[in-house]
T-cell receptor, first 113, second 113 residues
Framework: GEDVEQSLFLSVREGDSSVINCTYTDSSSTYLYWYKQEPGAGLQLLTYIFSNMDMKQDQRLTVLLNKKDKHLSLRIADTQTGDSAIYFCAEIPFTGGGNKLTFGTGTQLKVEL | SAVISQKPSRDICQRGTSLTIQCQVDSQVTMMFWYRQQPGQSLTLIATANQGSEATYESGFVIDKFPISRPNLTFSTLTVSNLSPEDSSIYLC??????????FGSGTRLTVV
């Protein structure tokens, strides 16, 4: 099957904005998510967006959704060293049945001083 | 949102042995999900566990290798049987959260030697 794709690595300077991109598989997906995984830790839900929305903002996080292109992005404003982690996008494909999360390949964000 | 207590957090096991991972949720949930995250990889769903019925396994995962118990609505175990080095991974449980997302346990890091 198709993969939910992300770029593997992103490096930014502290204070800059980070943009993490994701291409998902199912245009019928109802919910799309962004998770953060810090070293040695589980997954933390950062934010989600409904498929009928184009944008969602939550403090330093902005999610953009382009359903036509099946493209999802996460923008982190004023990136801090504590934002260094792996970021996963995830979808619940309509065609998959049930409530099964399909995860992207993950993007490792490195924040440099 | 539900809070999950997952243990052990890590273990080193000998080949041919088994490891049982426990997840305790602080509220009743219908479905619990078990994921595997191989080194440097994304998360892959192993199975979905409903209370009172057999778990539903994803393609590539079988009950003999990954038996699951779900004795009540707050608890589940995953056993990884007949361990080999290829089973070295992080195993995570997950439940649906109140806010349309999914909450994850902190993970169990398994190393097979």
């Amino acid at each position: 099957g198709e993969d939910v794709e992300q770029s593997l690595f992103l490096s930014v300077r502290e204070g800059d904005s980070s943009v993490i991109n994701c291409t998902y598989t199912d245009s019928s997906s109802t919910y799309l998510y962004w998770y953060k995984q810090e070293p040695g830790a589980g997954l933390q839900l950062l934010t989600y967006i409904f498929s009928n929305m184009d944008m969602k903002q939550d403090q330093r996080l902005t999610v953009l959704l382009n359903k036509k292109d099946k493209h999802l992005s996460l923008r982190i404003a004023d990136t801090q060293t504590g934002d260094s982690a792996i970021y996963f996008c995830a979808e619940i494909p309509f065609t998959g049945g049930g409530n099964k999360l399909t995860f992207g390949t993950g993007t490792q964000l490195k924040v440099e001083l | 949102s539900a809070v999950i207590s997952q243990k052990p957090s890590r273990d080193i096991c000998q080949r041919g042995t088994s490891l049982t991972i426990q997840c305790q949720v602080d509220s009743q949930v219908t479905m619990m999900f078990w994921y595997r995250q191989q080194p440097g990889q994304s998360l892959t769903l192993i199975a979905t566990a409903n209370q009172g019925s057999e778990a539903t396994y994803e393609s590539g995962f079988v009950i003999d290798k990954f038996p699951i118990s779900r004795p009540n609505l707050t608890f589940s175990t995953l056993t990884v049987s007949n361990l080999s080095p290829e089973d070295s991974s992080i195993y995570l449980c997950s439940v649906e959260a109140d806010n349309y997302g999914y909450t994850f346990g902190s993970g169990t890091r398994l190393t097979v030697v």
